[in-house]
């Protein structure tokens, strides 16, 4: 969407907003610049530079500077690219501050390949300016390159912000949206203020922007506020450069911007405060759809044990831990540890779902999180959230509105249809949320961010890559916990978290986050990467993409786009020793893969280590059934002769089926996989025969080890090519545990512990055979930090240098950066 011409020509500062369009303005006094702590989204891997190169020059009607004088002697010009995150971010305000500070003359302006301008004066004075738009850039602002053109001086008087550009090869990047800022709830909670408890408040430092935003240029008429026209008090700050919304494209008020209702479930609209209304329910044990900024939530008190329960019943959520949302630091710190690597997280820009340990009589329900150890804390991020959580002045549940398995609600027709079943009443707005983006989560390790789920407060920030890929790329990620990833030039645009693609709801979401994210970043993919599994939704999207487009495909093993992920992640190449160790991933040998050591580059691998494949009986019946896996186990290692165990007496109708099944062979495909190991120890243990939710055997396994227990299983490392890490001498000294009467704290201590030794006995055969000293660890098995820790704890002592993640999920969340990487190493081959 473009402006009409009259939109060309700056405005004054008084001049009231056209609909949906905040004026431009001209230059004026020096401004104040602001400015709030944050950080990048995301580190870089080359350093920021300053150099000649190619600007951009703007077209005669959008360069408004008075040229009624001849240009000075001395004087020089220059044309300015700045490419990065720097819409979205206060960067035009912050150009036209820096111009003023510096005594330089010109215009700033927006395209669709980030931000230019045109800037006139001293050369000294110059030279500083174009420095300090790196050095100096504002505190979101992910600033990746400056370039600069000389250009002829035509005697400029004044420094503008022009209107946007439409076009250009639309490499300009959205920011992600940002916890609300100190000043904004300074102002939320001040009676005297005009936005006193106002929902949408923002500035240029915080607020929606990618879940707004439908195309670039990031200006107004290109969000979703476009159809909210600024009031003369708006439209004045918009245009004063003194003021910290001075071009602020989500600015509004309560005379123009969004607004609350709260309506229950049957549409019905109820009088009175909104959030007072919310809260009132939620004291009741109602549960209350809240829309955020990419999305709906549920919400519950979680004191209140039967309003949980509820909620699980009608969500179809059984046991799987729930998020709380807690109003400050002080109330995180009653529930849960907060140390200070945890405090500067929760209180970051980002403000992710943060796992952490849960403390003795914390006032939350039982049912939030049933049995576990951490739970899930957040503080609000928006400004109805400081409400809510202000006014309630209780933790609450914040879960993502939806089915189990399907994606985030964010459409309001559609939340209302699927959500009405669930909820008592709707906490709503009239501003559409045009992109979703579930909650971020994220684990502590040795005081720094191991992400389980990347999505709002990073994505759609892109990835640096270490090295320029060829040509452009659509990876299309995995079955569970799918993104998708989309990479060009030195960029990967790793999508937010879409969910498990196992329905046609979670396929269309995909496909239309596909589509949107192609058009809002310019990919035109010549390339499409999936994972080997024939059978997965998105290995068929991308077969079907490719025929229809005349697209190259590139079927990536899925443990290799693993260990792909985490060089990635890390800027390196390879090789390495890969440890890859998950659910299950399909192997080129028709097996389902997952306790696996690879020696791998971004290229190529070599199956290197694996565990003991096993029968998997009932093959995905296995998985919710993890007394399946542990019969199986138990069947190799004795040669069908197991001992009695309490395990078999619960199962006994069903234990020899189930182990003639394995016999079989027939639906039961073999399997190294280490999640699978986890169950079936768990499962021995007696902590889960049955698993309520994908993972729930191995997290309740990695809560129940005493840290102090130094002893170990037997696992030993048997040669051949690949090395074995044979499971039958491990599964009988559990069952001789079990049948001792060892409690599950020892036995699952020493399980940890002897896969940790066991990983790196097998890595030191690999360094003798390989050379190779450097080890990368991935998959989703590296969430459990327990093992985690081991793991690298006995690596480092061994010598080797570990690689670890940090920018995106070990999980398949992270797969699809490996994806990538490996069809854009293929090109080079």
Request: glycine share 10%; with cysteine; aromatic share 4%.
């Amino acid at each position: 969407m473009t402006r009409p011409p009259e939109a060309d020509r700056p405005a004054e500062a008084d001049r009231p907003a056209e609909p949906g369009h905040p004026p431009d303005t001209g230059h004026s006094a020096e401004g104040v610049r602001t400015t709030e702590s944050g950080h990048p989204d995301e580190p870089t891997s080359t350093p920021k530079a300053t150099h000649p190169g190619v600007g951009h020059r703007a077209p005669e009607a959008n360069r408004p500077e008075k040229r009624d004088r001849a240009p000075e002697a001395g004087r020089v010009r220059v044309r300015v690219r700045v490419e990065g995150i720097v819409q979205g971010v206060g960067f035009r305000p912050f150009v036209h501050d820096l111009a003023g500070r510096h005594g330089i003359d010109g215009f700033v302006g927006n395209d669709g390949d980030g931000v230019f301008a045109e800037a006139e004066g001293e050369p000294a004075r110059l030279a500083a300016f174009v420095s300090d738009l790196d050095l100096c850039a504002p505190p979101l602002a992910v600033v990746e390159r400056v370039t600069a053109e000389p250009a002829a001086p035509v005697g400029a008087r004044g420094f503008q912000i022009v209107a946007s550009i439409a076009g250009g090869s639309r490499s300009a990047l959205v920011s992600p949206d940002t916890a609300t800022c100190a000043d904004c709830l300074r102002e939320l909670n001040d009676p005297e203020d005009r936005r006193h408890g106002y929902a949408f408040t923002n500035c240029t430092h915080c607020g929606p922007r990618y879940t707004i935003t439908a195309d670039v240029p990031y200006d107004r008429p290109n969000t979703t506020m476009r159809d909210f026209p600024l009031c003369a008090a708006c439209a004045k700050e918009y245009a004063d450069p003194s003021d910290r919304r001075f071009h602020a494209q989500p600015v509004c008020c309560p005379a123009c911007g969004p607004s609350l209702r709260f309506v229950l479930a049957d549409g019905s609209p109820v009088a009175g405060d909104p959030v007072d209304s919310a809260v009132s329910l939620l004291r009741e044990g109602g549960i209350v759809a809240v829309k955020g900024l990419g999305g709906f939530h549920l919400a519950v008190l979680a004191s209140d044990a039967a309003a949980v329960a509820r909620l699980r019943q009608r969500k179809h959520r059984e046991a799987k831990p729930f998020a709380v949302m807690v109003g400050d630091l002080a109330a995180a710190r009653a529930l849960v540890e907060v140390d200070d690597a945890a405090e500067a997280v929760l209180t970051g820009p980002r403000r992710p779902i943060v796992l952490l340990r849960r403390l003795p009589g914390a006032a939350t329900a039982e049912e939030v999180a049933p049995g576990a150890a951490d739970l899930g804390v957040l503080l609000p991020y928006t400004p109805l959230h400081h409400l809510l959580a202000g006014r309630l002045a209780a933790p609450f549940v914040l879960t993502s509105g939806n089915l189990a398995g399907a994606p985030i609600e964010h459409r309001d027709a559609e939340a209302a249809a699927r959500l009405a079943g669930i909820a008592d009443a709707f906490l709503t707005h009239d501003r559409p949320v045009h992109a979703r983006a579930d909650d971020s989560v994220v684990r502590l390790f040795r005081g720094r961010e191991l992400p389980l789920r990347r999505s709002r407060g990073h994505a759609p920030a892109p990835l640096a890559a270490h090295r320029p890929f060829p040509r452009p790329v659509l990876a299309c990620g995995p079955e569970l916990k799918n993104t998708f990833c989309l990479a060009k030039g030195s960029r990967a645009f790793v999508s937010p978290h879409v969910g498990d693609l196992e329905d046609y709801a979670t396929l269309r979401a995909y496909t239309e986050t596909v589509a949107h994210h192609r058009r809002l970043f310019g990919i035109a993919p010549e390339v499409v990467a999936h994972d080997l599994h024939p059978e997965y939704l998105s290995t068929k999207f991308a077969v079907d993409l490719a025929e229809a487009e005349g697209l190259d495909l590139v079927a990536v093993q899925h443990h290799h786009a693993h260990i792909a992920a985490c060089l990635a992640d890390n800027g390196e190449d390879g090789p390495v020793i890969g440890v890859a160790f998950d659910g299950l991933g399909y192997g080129p040998d028709g097996a389902l893969w997952g306790g696996e050591l690879l020696i791998a580059d971004l290229a190529r691998y070599h199956r290197a280590a694996c565990l003991t494949p096993v029968p998997m009986p009932g093959g995905a019946a296995a998985i919710r059934e993890p007394w399946r896996m542990a019969a199986a186990h138990l069947a190799a290692a004795y040669d069908g002769g197991a001992p009695a165990l309490p395990l078999h007496d619960l199962h006994a109708g069903r234990w020899d089926a189930v182990t003639a099944l394995a016999r079989s062979g027939l639906g039961s495909p073999l399997t190294s996989s280490a999640g699978r190991l986890f169950d079936a120890v768990a499962a021995l243990a007696g902590l889960r025969g049955t698993a309520r939710y994908e993972g729930e055997a191995a997290i309740a396994l990695e809560r129940a080890a005493d840290p102090a227990e130094s002893g170990a299983y037997p696992l030993p490392v048997l040669d051949g090519d690949p090395l074995v890490l044979s499971c039958p001498d491990l599964i009988r000294a559990v069952a001789d545990d079990v049948r001792k009467g060892t409690g599950p704290s020892l036995i699952s201590a020493r399980f940890h512990n002897a896969l940790a030794r066991a990983v790196v006995a097998a890595a030191r055969v690999l360094r003798t055979r390989t050379g190779l000293t450097t080890a990368a660890l991935s998959g989703g098995v590296f969430q459990n930090v327990l093992l985690l820790d081991r793991v690298t704890s006995g690596l480092e002592a061994a010598g080797f240098r570990v690689l670890l993640h940090s920018r995106v999920p070990p999980n398949d969340g992270g797969l699809s950066l490996g994806q990538a990487h490996v069809a854009a190493s293929h090109d080079l081959l």
